[in-house]
């Protein structure tokens, strides 16, 4: 087995430069991330046509596909209670983590690339 090998200090401040802080802080690079990037993720989270889920203590049917708004991102879905469609927004706590796990990826490329 090949022992680790240490990052040149240009590659990690570069990578730091748009890396996620730890502990919860703003996300520096995040708009690296594409939002279509995001909401591809989110469908292969469940987040998708013909799905079904809880959200906001009410059951939902989705009938589109994620999509970046101005507040986050969305889907049109119809509730299960009163059969309206509506669209409901995705929790952010989901988006978030989707965001860091794939700025934690493309950081992961990068070292690999170096």
Avoid: W
Avoid at 11 to 29: N, Q
Avoid at 38 to 60: D, H, I, M, W
Avoid at 78 to 83: A, D, E, P, R, Y
């Amino acid at each position: 087995m090949r022992a680790p090998t240490k990052l040149p200090q240009d590659v990690i401040r570069s990578l730091e430069s748009f890396a996620l802080v730890i502990l919860g802080e703003t996300v520096m690079g995040a708009q690296r991330i594409g939002k279509v990037t995001v909401c591809s993720e989110l469908k292969r989270l469940g987040f998708a046509s013909g799905r079904r889920a809880r959200l906001y203590g009410e059951e939902f049917a989705f009938v589109s596909d994620p999509e970046a708004d101005e507040n986050g991102y969305c889907l049109k879905a119809v509730s299960h209670k009163s059969g309206h469609a509506r669209r409901v927004h995705i929790p952010l706590s989901v988006v978030r983590t989707v965001e860091r796990e794939l700025l934690v990826e493309e950081k992961i490329e990068i070292a690999r690339a170096a």
